[in-house]
């Protein structure tokens, strides 16, 4: 029942900057912490950016400097600000959230994942 939703990948130069969106729905009780991965081909999947309900964030030593993660806890949004982006942060980047659904309560603490948003970033 709980859905994420993300958007914003695209196209850009080097250089360029993207804002990404993953908006969670349904029946959430709280959010307890939100990320974003990105998987390049042939690649793992690898931690970008997270934060705490509390605002701790923590950054991949890539894009420290450069990516920017924040929350919107009023409407379960998160965004991750992508500035002076290159070649190598081509990816398909994934939305993450450690959720307690309404129903469930604690022990139904579950992470959820979004549907991928391709970000290319030409040389």
């Known amino acids: 029942q709980v859905h994420l939703v993300e958007s914003g990948g695209g196209l850009v130069q080097t250089g360029g900057s993207l804002r990404l969106s993953c908006a969670a729905s349904?029946?959430?009780?709280?959010?307890?912490?939100m990320g974003w991965y990105r998987q390049a081909p042939g690649k793992q999947r690898e931690l970008v950016a997270s934060i705490t309900s509390g605002g701790s964030t923590n950054y991949a030593d890539s894009v420290k400097g450069r990516f920017t993660i924040s929350r919107d806890g009023a409407k379960n949004t998160w965004y991750l600000q992508m500035n002076s982006l290159k070649p190598g942060d081509t990816a398909v980047y994934y939305c993450n959230a450690d959720i307690v659904p309404s129903r469930g309560g604690w022990f139904s603490r579950t992470d959820y994942w979004g549907q991928g948003t391709q970000v290319t970033v030409s040389s």
């Open positions: 349904g029946s959430i009780a709280s959010i307890i912490a």
